[in-house]
């Protein structure tokens, strides 16, 4: 069954976080027309800041994808300067989260829009634009969801407070989608995911990054109706995560730091688990959590391995 909507050949759509998403689909669109992705990235990492409202995820796929990112950081943008932080700092105002000169436009132009009754929808349309993105991004809903962990001691953070103020470093006892069960998915969201071909989990977090994504109604049961054409990529290699805090989250919410973990976060909404070579012994405790597996290069260390990557991940549906 083919689900080819505009005679314009398959169409993919991508459940997406941060860095790990923004490389994948940047070696999707080396693979396929860009016209034909659609990315539907979290926003359970969004904050409000100063005043300003703050979508990281978005903002990382945008700028990768647009040419503009820091690729060391990971995150803002290339040739950053930093005069407003530091006048903040003068003030001694909170200047923990770094808002680079040029990243700060971007929180002005959205805040701005979202003021004045635009839908982040919307706004990410017009910034993607601004960018030349070729794909549409999506954020998973335009209504408030955001992530807050419930650390060891019984303190509730935010995303934000506990990935870069806390710098990750306090365990964590449970993760809380707040708005979730009342967002509704943006403008089309499902629809994407209904008309894909193929939808694939971007290795991203599956706790904090895919899990707000997850989290939004409607979302989990089409996936899970759609199981044998999702795809998902293993955020982890050789047990640790290659960025942020997915292997020690996922032992601290009673799961496995491997591939075999993500498998059992994952299995009911992905028929197919792409795994890197370094874990080639998992494939059968991975096809033993009810998803068949693929075991190639993941590590994206360069473009020509992201586009090998994307090409493995649309070719790994059995
Ligand atoms: N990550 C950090 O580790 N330190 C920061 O100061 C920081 C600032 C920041 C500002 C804008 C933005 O879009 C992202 C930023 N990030 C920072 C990364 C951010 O915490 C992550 O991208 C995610 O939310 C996790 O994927």
């Known amino acids: ?128 634009q601004a960018w030349g993105i070729g794909m549409t991004l999506l954020p998973v809903s335009d209504d408030p969801v955001r992530t807050r962990l419930e650390l060891e001691g019984g303190e ?49 977090n599956p706790i904090v990054s895919i899990g707000p994504v997850l989290a939004v109604p409607g979302i989990t049961e089409l996936l899970a109706r759609r199981r044998r054409d999702v795809v998902a990529v293993s955020p982890l290699v050789g047990g640790r995560a290659l960025k942020g805090p997915a292997d020690r989250l996922l032992v601290e919410l009673g799961g496995d730091a491997s591939a075999v973990g993500v498998a059992e976060v994952l299995t009911g909404v992905a028929g197919t688990l792409v795994i890197d070579v370094i874990d080639a012994g998992l494939a059968g405790s991975v096809e033993q959590a009810g998803m068949a597996c693929r075991v190639v290069e993941t590590v994206m260390s360069s473009p020509a391995a992201s586009a090998a990557l994307a090409a493995a991940v649309l070719a790994a549906r059995p």
């Open 1 to 128: 069954m083919t689900h080819d909507v505009d005679g314009g050949g398959a169409r993919t759509a991508v459940l997406c976080g941060g860095v790990g998403a923004a490389r994948l689909l940047a070696g999707l669109v080396a693979v396929v027309p860009a016209a034909s992705v659609t990315a539907i990235v979290n926003v359970g990492d969004d904050t409000e800041m100063h005043g300003l409202h703050i979508s990281p995820d978005l903002d990382t796929i945008t700028y990768t994808l647009g040419g503009g990112s820091d690729t060391e950081r990971g995150w803002g943008l290339a040739g950053e300067t930093w005069a407003a932080m530091d006048q903040l700092d003068f003030y001694g105002g909170a200047a923990w989260f770094r808002l680079g000169d040029r990243d700060l436009g971007t929180h002005l132009y959205r805040t701005g829009r979202l003021k004045q009754g635009a839908s982040l929808s919307a706004v990410t349309a017009e910034i993607t």
């Open 156 to 204: 509730e953070v935010d995303f934000q407070e506990y990935f870069v103020r806390l710098r990750h470093s306090v365990a964590v006892r449970a993760v809380h989608f707040v708005g979730a069960e009342q967002a509704k998915a943006a403008p089309g969201v499902l629809e994407a995911l209904e008309a894909a071909e193929t939808i694939v989990i971007a290795p991203s």
